[in-house]
């Protein structure tokens, strides 16, 4: 590695922070390990008026990719690929300006903008048909047939994200409060796992309702849910199960069909998996019921190696993803 390396930066931005790793370009389009230890910040990229914030975007992004430059001694940024949260509906200012500011800093013309549901699928699946269902505070699937981008869900926790953790708390503390009113279909397990963690239920709209990040303080409570499932509550155990369901149907709603015996594969990802078997055991039942035709995978990796794939596949000419407005918006071509 050196000054005549050629390397793709990877992005990956969300909730918790931006992660930026770089790795060398092979003829052949694969990834094979990045060049050093990605640079991580924990602070998010906001969003305003525009949408994600475009400076705030480069402001992470150009310092890191000259400190993972220097780390290799050298070389040069022949492609990048950004995977963020939000970009395929709040991503029109980003689009309009980082491919610019990019090409200015660092000369790269080649870059994908990429709603973080494609890193995902490109982390856990590679570039083949299939489905990736992102599970964590939210629910959203994505797939693709290698011609076209199929979404469904990732409405956030008012219009959808069925499934997902801030749902699974959600549920659980109605039914909890359902115990607390005396009203049918309550959990007395799940009251004192309220109590426990919330205090008083009475008080608990006073504290969550106006709260910003209500979505993140509802899935808190999903481990809880989980928990009272394994003791063998009821109520609990059909939360979890009830959740299945919808991410079933959410991955039944992207998957493609298999076309000439390709066989199409489906990976669920996320931190809402580490609730594990109250969640994965139906999760697993329900799936085979509702894909019979297709075939569940380990996830390969992480969205930030996701982007890291795209990023070399699009500096070798190898990216077989389709482009698309908005789910992996692609200039330099």
Same mark, same amino acid.
């Given at each position: 590695m050196g000054s005549g390396e050629r390397y793709a930066l990877g992005v990956d931005s969300g909730g918790s922070g931006v992660r930026v790793a770089l790795a060398p370009v092979r003829d052949d389009g694969r990834t094979v390990t990045h060049a050093s230890p990605p640079v991580v910040s924990g602070v998010p990229v906001p969003t305003g008026p525009g949408g994600l914030d475009a400076?705030?975007?480069?402001?992470?992004?150009?310092?890191?990719?000259?400190e993972l430059l220097a780390r290799v001694g050298g070389g040069r940024l022949a #492609?990048?690929?950004? /995977?963020?949260?939000?970009? +395929?509906?709040?991503? !029109?200012? @980003?689009? &309009?300006?980082?491919?610019?500011?990019? #090409?200015?800093?660092? /000369?790269?013309?080649?870059? +994908?903008?990429?709603? !973080?549901? @494609?890193? &995902?699928?490109?982390?856990?699946l590679g570039q083949r048909p299939g489905a990736v269902l992102a599970a964590g505070t939210g629910l959203i699937g994505v797939g693709t047939d290698l011609t076209a981008w199929r979404r469904a869900d990732g409405w956030g926790h008012l219009l959808g994200d069925c499934g997902g953790g801030a749902w699974i708390g959600r549920a659980g503390l109605e039914a909890a409060m359902r115990a607390h009113d005396g009203r049918a279909g309550g959990s007395a397990a799940l009251l004192r796992r309220l109590e426990a963690v919330f205090g008083p239920p009475g008080e608990l709209p006073g504290l969550l309702y106006p709260r910003t990040d209500r979505p993140a303080v509802l899935a808190s409570f999903a481990p809880e849910v989980a928990a009272c499932a394994a003791e063998g509550d009821p109520v609990a155990a059909g939360v979890m199960a009830e959740a299945a369901g919808h991410i079933a149907v959410t991955a039944a709603a992207v998957c493609p069909r298999p076309v000439a015996g390709v066989v199409p594969e489906v990976a669920f990802t996320g931190g809402l998996l580490r609730l594990g078997a109250p969640l994965l055991v139906p999760l697993y039942e329900r799936f085979a019921r509702a894909l019979p035709y297709a075939r569940r995978a380990e996830a390969l990796g992480s969205p930030l190696d996701g982007a890291l794939l795209i990023g070399v596949a699009l500096a070798a000419d190898r990216l077989a993803f389709p482009y698309d407005p908005r789910m992996l918006h692609v200039s330099g071509q």
């Open positions: 400076d705030a975007l480069a402001g992470h992004l150009v310092p890191a990719a000259r #492609a990048v690929c950004v /995977g963020a949260a939000g970009l +395929a509906t709040l991503g !029109d200012q @980003v689009r &309009a300006r980082l491919p610019g500011v990019l #090409a200015q800093e660092f /000369g790269v013309r080649r870059v +994908a903008l990429a709603a !973080d549901a @494609v890193t &995902a699928y490109a982390g856990a």
